[in-house]
T-cell receptor, first 117, second 110 residues
């Protein structure tokens, strides 16, 4: 069981370049999330998708776009990368759906380390 | 604005000690309080969680204490082991988004 798979694991970009981080889950989860992790800042939510076809902004959405391609896949796009976007990005998923009540247990991927020069 | 404040930032204890990590929150709408454990190079993984209707929850050597009136909760690790060395994040949630603390780096020395 793969769980949550992120690609690529590492990427170096120049300022102004664009790229897409890919995420796929095989647990039939309803919700998917993108977080960024920076030293001393913890994990901050960029965007989430409560269900296929919906996306919502999190705490730090500026400079990012997302696409919930289908139930399995949720991508994060940087249109014009900036050095401030140097970070480790984590994708996560959870069973929680729009009509379900209960603990929102997130399963995280292994992370994608992005450096913007 | 950090919705969950976590302390200390780092912690060193000897094997067998009981590290305690504290978190505080302001939003009384939060109704789910998990702790995540992260090893280097890995994604965080759920360790233990609590609802605000109970004051304590134990799972193995890990215990959450919850004080609803003070809006504080803490993680205690009993009989800590070197394998517990990791970064620990508290979080609080209402609905989808988990709001994480900044993390505590724990080192358990042999």
């Amino acid at each position: 069981n793969a769980g949550v798979t992120q690609t690529p694991k590492f990427q170096v970009l120049k300022t102004g370049q664009s790229m897409t981080l890919q995420c796929a889950q095989d647990m039939n989860h309803n919700s998917m999330y993108w977080y960024r992790q920076d030293p001393g800042m913890g994990l901050r939510l960029i965007y989430y998708s409560a269900s296929e076809g919906t996306t919502d902004k999190g705490e730090v959405p500026n400079g990012y776009n997302v696409s919930r391609l289908n139930k399995r896949e949720f991508s994060l796009r940087l249109e014009s990368a900036a050095p401030s976007q140097t970070s480790v990005y984590f994708c996560a998923s959870s069973e929680k759906g729009t009509t379900s009540y209960g603990a929102n247990v997130l399963t995280f991927g292994a992370g994608s380390r992005l450096t913007v020069l | 604005q950090q919705q969950v404040k976590q302390s200390p930032q780092s912690l060193i204890v000897q094997k067998g000690g009981i590290p305690i990590i504290n978190c505080a929150y302001e939003n009384t709408a939060f109704d789910y309080f998990p702790w995540y454990q992260q090893f280097p190079g890995k994604g965080p993984a759920l360790l233990i969680a609590i609802r605000p209707d109970v004051s304590e929850k134990k799972e193995g050597r890990f215990t959450i204490s919850f004080n609803k009136s003070a809006k504080q909760f803490s993680l205690h690790i009993m009989d800590s082991q070197p394998g517990d060395s990791a970064t620990y994040f508290c979080a609080a949630a209402h609905g989808y988004a988990l709001n994480f603390g900044k993390g505590t780096s724990l080192l358990v020395t042999p």
